[in-house]
């Protein structure tokens, strides 16, 4: 099983940037899909993104569209989320998990056990 440590989340103002890292350990690592997903207070958790073993394909909600990118680096066993354009809707606490479609093409879904997460505030 993969075990996931997310990292990079901090305070930043509307229109802001910030990196999240989310370090995998486990030898499947290069060959599984990953996302992203995050949970705003008082709100259930819901996708941000996703990405395939290979790069070749990305997938987003679209909400981040065009403001958020993921990336992966399977050598580093490392998937990142860049954000920028930053919006305080963006406030909630980011997890990386492995990822699998959703039923009825409805999104994705988180595949295996949940990491403590990196909180991102956006603020003025």
């Known amino acids: 099983q993969v075990q996931l440590v997310e990292s990079g989340g901090g305070s930043v103002q509307p229109g802001g940037s910030l990196r999240l890292s989310c370090a995998a350990s486990?030898?499947?690592?290069?060959?599984?899909?990953m996302g992203w997903f995050r949970q705003a207070p008082g709100k259930e958790r819901e996708f941000v993104a996703a990405?395939?073993?290979?790069?070749?394909?990305?997938y987003y909600t679209d909400s981040v569209k065009g403001r958020f990118t993921i990336s992966r680096d399977n050598a580093k066993s490392t998937v990142y989320l860049q954000m920028n354009s930053l919006k305080p809707e963006d406030t909630a606490v980011y997890y990386c998990?492995?990822?699998?479609?959703?039923?009825?093409?409805?999104?994705?879904?988180?595949?295996?056990?949940w990491g403590l997460g990196t909180l991102v505030t956006v603020s003025s």
């Open positions: 998990n492995t990822a699998r479609p959703a039923p009825y093409g409805l999104g994705w879904l988180g595949n295996g056990s």
């Open positions: 990405i395939t073993w290979s790069s070749s394909s990305t």
């Open positions: 486990g030898r499947t690592f290069s060959t599984l899909t």
